[in-house]
């Protein structure tokens, strides 16, 4: 069974857990309630396919059918981890090595599919995610939105993303192209 690591559920259910109203309520299941009750541990293993129904309903209450929202809140997403949990993953001055580190975080969440990097200039990179859910659309864009904002906080300006190849429109893998425009204060490597 394909497992998720707790960090990445840990967001969802504090959105969850802060809802006032009860827009979530009528789309959980039984079981994903028990664990949204239950304390979430980063560093543990947690199953995929409620990682993915909890992300999709979060996403349907706070995004609705927008993809670029949900890209906004990749960005959002990336910066909060960033900051708190994996420093690691951005390389101050260099956009390219902290695109590159982010294909080896893509294993500590997930214990399947697999992320690959390549440098196509200077400024511009390739992001390839194989072997993944191919119907996870909102995740995609969560991941693009991810990037992005690990791009500009390594000092990249000027960020952009396009998907060139989509799992969810039946293309065998996911692909996104990032480019920028160099760090005002570095080579931009």
Known sequence: ??????????GLVKTIRADTGSAYDPRLTDQDRTLIARQILPSSWYPFDQFKRIFNTVMEVL???NAEVV????????RDIVHSVYKNLVIEGDPME?????QIAFKMFFDFGES???????HSGRVRIAGFDPDFERFYYIL???LEECLELSGARNVRSTFTSRSWQGDPDTVVEFSWTAPSSASGR
Request: charged residues 25%; proline residues 0%.
């Open 144 to 146: 693009a939105g991810w």
């Open 1 to 10: 069974m394909a497992k998720v690591k707790g960090t990445m559920i840990l």
């Open 98 to 102: 902290s695109l590159k580190k982010n």
């Open 116 to 122: 690959s990097f390549e440098r196509l200039s200077d």
């Open 63 to 65: 995004a609705g059918g």
């Open 71 to 78: 890209r906004t809140i990749g960005r959002s997403y990336g």
